[in-house]
């Protein structure tokens, strides 16, 4: 029996990367996991017939995030495949364009707020109702919001997972009687596509990347999606309120 057997997740931004990961091992742990995702439906479907290969049990569902009612389509296209759910983990999430301070548009500014801060903001208050008691929260922050100016290029994203961690500390005061957990997994640099432009593209720059961690290397997406699974279990039932540095250290 998997630790997770007769739970329902849901997976924000569930088909590449971080959600992928996390998706994939939700699933191997026995939850039935809808895989959220937003224009890529391809990779959505081969995330769930991955996690169907290792005989788990999932779902796509589509909704653009970053758009006025997306909360709302999030659930109704949820709705038609389930019937509440046990787990949410919020994942989806964009950068900035990496323009700084100076650059950041105010086009680029509402764009990255409101898919990585408004969005989990509305999801989570639109899926309470469907959120059993004893449910688990997990929200995808940053290692960069506790090491301010790290990367400036990226304010405006770093901006909006502060506001990620506020959220979590309120809701796990909010939701504790009701035996919900609420927590934040923050990774660091992790070999994904979102990091492909710099990270992959560079030996120079991945090499650097891995001398920030003592353990030498560079942090992968099942790295974080691990972390995820001990906190979406009964195992994490004593943590909530928590940011968890998934960084692999380079913030020592």
């Known amino acids: ?26 699933g191997r742990d026995g939850a039935r996991v809808a895989v959220h995702f937003g224009e890529n439906e391809a990779a959505a479907k081969d995330t769930v017939a991955a996690i169907e290969a290792e005989g788990g049990s999932a779902f796509a569902i589509r909704a653009r995030l970053g758009e006025p009612g997306d909360a709302e389509a999030l659930w109704a296209a949820f709705d038609e495949q389930a019937d509440g759910v046990d787990i949410l983990v919020n994942n989806a999430g964009v950068d900035d364009g990496r323009q700084g301070f100076a650059g950041t548009t105010p086009e680029a500014f509402d764009r990255v707020f409101s898919i990585n801060a ?87 720059a991945r090499e650097a990347t891995a001398r920030r961690s003592p353990l030498g290397r560079v942090g992968m997406p099942a790295d974080v999606a691990d972390i995820a699974g001990f906190l979406a279990s009964a195992d ?13 250290g380079a913030l020592l």
């Open 1 to 26: 029996m998997g630790t997770l057997d007769g739970k329902t997740a849901l997976v924000t931004g569930g088909s590449r990367g971080i959600g992928r990961a996390i998706a994939e091992r939700l």
């Open 118 to 204: 408004r969005a989990p903001f509305f999801i989570i208050q639109h899926g309470l109702g469907r959120l059993r008691d004893g449910g688990r929260i997990i929200n995808v922050s940053t290692g960069l919001t506790h090491q301010p100016g790290a990367i400036p290029e990226i304010v405006a994203y770093t901006m909006t997972k502060s506001a990620l961690d506020q959220l979590t500390a309120v809701l796990a005061k909010e939701l504790g009687p009701r035996g919900i957990t609420v927590n934040a997994v923050a990774p660091g640099a992790i070999d994904t596509d979102m990091n492909a432009g710099w990270l992959r593209a560079s030996p120079e």
């Open 236 to 248: 994490s039932r004593w943590v909530t309120g928590q940011w968890i540095d998934a960084t692999g």
